[in-house]
């Protein structure tokens, strides 16, 4: 088991954001991420400016050493999504390629996967 980290896109807005809000709703997300994670100690949870994935708003990344990375989208700011991000991501650390298996899935996280990155060789 090594620790998984979560990046969660701060700048994102879904197509009904309002101008004026006060948070978008990348913020509003990553606050749900964070406090998901909070009794999970192989999950990190940080922030980031644009992932690139703006049109598919909400995004995050998955990311641990030597294991596949995923990026996922198109997420609710909504505790759902945040408890069903953090399980995966717990799950993800249990791993050793970082490969959870389908039966494995939280719900929350079904139909949300963008991209998938295998990891560098050990020697790169
Ligand atoms: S603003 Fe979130 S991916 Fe670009």
Redesign the pocket.
């Given at each position: 088991m090594t620790i998984t980290t979560i990046t969660v896109?701060e700048?994102?807005?879904r197509d009904d954001w309002q101008a004026g809000t006060a948070l978008t709703d990348?913020e509003r997300l990553a606050a749900l991420v964070e406090a998901a994670a909070e009794d999970r100690p192989l999950v990190r949870v940080r922030r980031h400016?644009?992932?690139?994935?703006?049109k598919?708003?909400?995004?995050v990344a998955v990311q641990g050493k030597g294991k596949m990375a995923y990026t996922l989208g198109r997420f609710d700011a909504d505790p759902d999504a945040a408890a069903g991000i953090v399980a995966y991501a717990a799950l993800h650390a249990e791993q050793d390629t970082g490969v959870v298996p389908f039966r494995e899935w939280p719900q929350a996280i079904k139909g949300h996967f963008v991209t998938r990155h295998p990891p560098l060789p050990a020697d790169d």
């Amino acid at each position: 088991m090594t620790i998984t980290t979560i990046t969660v896109c701060e700048t994102c807005k879904r197509d009904d954001w309002q101008a004026g809000t006060a948070l978008t709703d990348g913020e509003r997300l990553a606050a749900l991420v964070e406090a998901a994670a909070e009794d999970r100690p192989l999950v990190r949870v940080r922030r980031h400016a644009c992932l690139m994935g703006c049109k598919g708003a909400c995004n995050v990344a998955v990311q641990g050493k030597g294991k596949m990375a995923y990026t996922l989208g198109r997420f609710d700011a909504d505790p759902d999504a945040a408890a069903g991000i953090v399980a995966y991501a717990a799950l993800h650390a249990e791993q050793d390629t970082g490969v959870v298996p389908f039966r494995e899935w939280p719900q929350a996280i079904k139909g949300h996967f963008v991209t998938r990155h295998p990891p560098l060789p050990a020697d790169d």
